[in-house]
């Protein structure tokens, strides 16, 4: 079989299972669920993998709602990503939906020929991007091993290469103080609240003289009980982000210290726990990324450089997994340019006429992209190559 055989005969079976795919996609966006409790994604992308034949281990690797499906014996192995878990309030605000209904339909696509090729594919569904981490504990349990090449797409509002992805460490911020009446013996409390927001205003400061890629930001979400009552405990949920690990490891311990002055000026303690594992910039893989700009324009989709002003700037536990096979993670076009990831505008997109239209574009694609490296086994050795050079 030729690559022209191989790309049109993967992109017909997409189209062939295209009804399937948006159902799918629309079923996920329809009930959102959050870090780890991803049940419902989990059951319904496992049953359409064992449905079509494909060997499926779900809960896989300890956690509840993920999987993986594998298909093939020999060759190239190539995993393909499935993400699916929303955000509070605002739903499928970053469009996993499609991320997962995308990788769904290119695993399908792909294994249909992981025989005729010679080549191994895993669909491998991680749970809990947004803040969870899924993909740390995933890799760190071995779902990655001997894995030649990992890929996945994530909507936005442009088609690009890459997403401009730094990393993040979540912690939270716990305050211990002394309750009292706040009226009647304020003199007796130590104000946890206080030493929160002190803490919050400390970092505010900060913010001003650090490097303009990196960004902290966080919430309260514990700031007592009653306004007469002073508050013996409160908490706020931190991240920070910085390009790489290095940079991360220098700013980091300026955030404790902003977090650490507020406490002491309110005579309280603080205690700081890291809440995820930490999130590592990403690694885009050239030789991969190449041949998927290359499979994104049959598909009519021209891949940009990400520039300043169109970057989608974020993190991603892909990140982590870059640093251990070759990845990538391109960002697909179902938005707006004005209209970006994490608003409610996006979350209307993920399930709209573009967004299914990126789930077929999306499976063909990264389906494309499987072929390429299965009847070119030297191009997934160069991309193992390409990454020992970067990581050395
Ligand atoms: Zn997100
Ligand atoms: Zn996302």
């Known amino acids: 079989m030729t690559p022209d055989q191989a790309k049109q005969h993967v992109a017909a079976a997409v189209d062939a299972q295209a009804p399937r795919l948006i159902d799918i996609s629309h079923q996920i966006h329809a009930q959102p669920e959050l870090c780890f409790e991803e049940h419902t994604a989990h059951h319904v992308l496992c049953s359409a993998l064992e449905d079509a034949g494909l060997e499926v281990e779900r809960s896989a690797y300890g956690l509840d709602t993920a999987f993986v499906a594998r298909a093939g014996h020999t060759g190239p192995h190539v995993a393909v990503i499935c993400e699916y878990d929303a955000l509070p309030e605002i739903g499928h605000a970053c469009g996993h ?23 191994r594919i895993s669909v491998v569904g991680t749970p809990a991007e947004e803040g969870g981490g899924g993909k740390c504990f995933l890799l760190e349990r071995g779902a990655f ?63 001003q003289h650090i490097r303009p890629d990196e960004r902290i930001h966080g919430v309260f979400t514990r700031g007592g009980d009653k306004p007469n009552i002073v508050p013996h405990d409160a908490a706020a949920h931190w991240y920070v982000r910085s390009p790489t690990l290095d940079s991360l490891g220098e700013l980091r311990p300026r955030v404790l210290a902003c977090l650490e002055a507020g406490a002491a000026a309110a005579g309280v303690t603080v205690e700081c726990r890291q809440v995820a594992p930490v999130y590592a910039d990403m690694l885009d893989n050239q030789v991969v990324l190449d041949l998927y700009r290359h499979n994104a324009a049959l598909t009519g989709r021209q891949m940009a450089e990400p520039e300043a002003a169109a970057a989608v700037v974020g993190s991603t536990d892909m990140g982590n997994v870059s640093y251990a096979v070759p990845s990538i993670h391109p960002i697909i076009k179902i938005a707006p340019d004005d209209v970006a990831i994490h608003t409610p505008e996006f979350a209307h997109y993920a399930a709209s006429e573009s967004g299914d239209q990126a789930v077929l574009d999306g499976a063909k694609i990264m389906a494309m992209t499987t072929a390429d490296l299965w009847l070119h086994p030297e191009a997934a050795d160069r991309a193992g190559c390409e990454l020992d050079s970067v990581r050395s």
């Open 97 to 119: 939906n499609v991320i997962a209904a995308a990788g769904l339909g290119a695993g399908l696509a792909a294994a249909s020929l992981a025989e005729a090729l010679g080549g």
């Open 145 to 207: 091993d001997g894995i030649d090449a990992a890929m996945m797409i994530h909507p936005a509002n442009h088609d690009l290469t890459r997403i401009s992805a730094i990393t993040v460490e979540q912690f939270e911020a716990v305050y211990s103080g002394r309750s009292a009446h706040a009226a009647a013996s304020p003199h007796k409390g130590r104000n946890a609240l206080d030493g929160a927001v002190l803490g919050y205003m400390n970092v505010a400061a900060l913010r």
